[in-house]
């Protein structure tokens, strides 16, 4: 029976952000980011390992008191996420037909009901999937110069959101295959390999923290869910 693993590259700096430290690592209602995350995925049943990826040269995951059950940590992230994600799975010494789910370390707004449909849908699906929004907003392609060139037709555009499910042999292969330059998620580079991801509808509180407003909206859901 194949096995579900939880996979989480968090080996990048957070440049975009200007924090002091990585943001995977800056402090939301007393935990670090990242431990949110971590958290829901260990809550899931179904998932029986969660692997974070961080870097042979991080300073920062030793700091903290994680106390996530089944946690495990493997430093052999990469210089992109595609490179970590490929060092982890081959890392992992998981089945080839084992179910790997790689999340955004810093989509830490993640529920367990997302990821358990998620599992739902894709399960018996022959390429795996990943969760998605449907684009809901009018959507505008650029001049170069920042004016409107046209409005683009927004039928059938997703958001791709993590987590995102595939067998772990599979996906080595299609990062090992793929251009890294062209690999932007896992579900690209399953693509490439000329194959059809399923997506399965997720939630707009599945956002990536990206910006420094980002962490106060995280903040105000994580403080709402608990308080619900």
Excluded at 88 to 93: D, E
Excluded at 99 to 127: G, K, N, Q, S
Excluded at 161 to 184: I, S
Aim: proline share 5%; hydrophobic share 50%; glycine share 8%.
């Amino acid at each position: 029976m194949s096995a579900y693993i939880a996979l989480v590259p968090a080996a990048g700096s957070g440049s975009r952000f200007g924090a002091p430290s990585p943001k995977q690592y800056l402090q939301l209602l007393g935990k670090p980011l990242m431990w949110h995350t971590l958290s829901v995925l260990a809550a899931v049943p179904a998932i029986t390992r969660v692997v974070v990826v961080i870097s042979p040269e991080d300073e920062w995951f030793d700091c903290f008191d994680w106390a996530i059950p089944k946690l495990e940590v493997l430093r052999v992230g990469g210089a992109s996420r595609a490179a970590s994600v490929r060092n982890g799975l081959a890392a992992l010494g998981a089945a080839g037909d084992d179910w790997v789910l790689v999340h955004d370390a810093a989509r830490c707004c993640l529920t367990v009901p997302m990821v358990e449909r998620l599992i739902a849908r894709v399960a018996d699906d022959e390429i795996g999937g990943l969760l998605a929004l449907p684009v809901a907003d009018t959507v505008k392609r650029a001049t170069s110069d920042g004016h409107v060139s046209k409005t683009v037709s927004r039928e059938g555009l997703w958001l791709a959101q993590t987590p995102q499910m595939f067998r772990c042999a599979q996906l080595l292969r299609a990062l090992k295959d793929g251009a890294e330059a062209a690999v932007t998620d896992e579900a690209s580079a399953i693509e490439m390999l000329g194959l059809q991801p399923r997506l399965v509808e997720g939630e707009a509180q599945n956002f990536k923290v990206t910006y420094p407003a980002d962490l106060a909206l995280a903040r105000a859901i994580l403080a709402s869910s608990k308080e619900g």
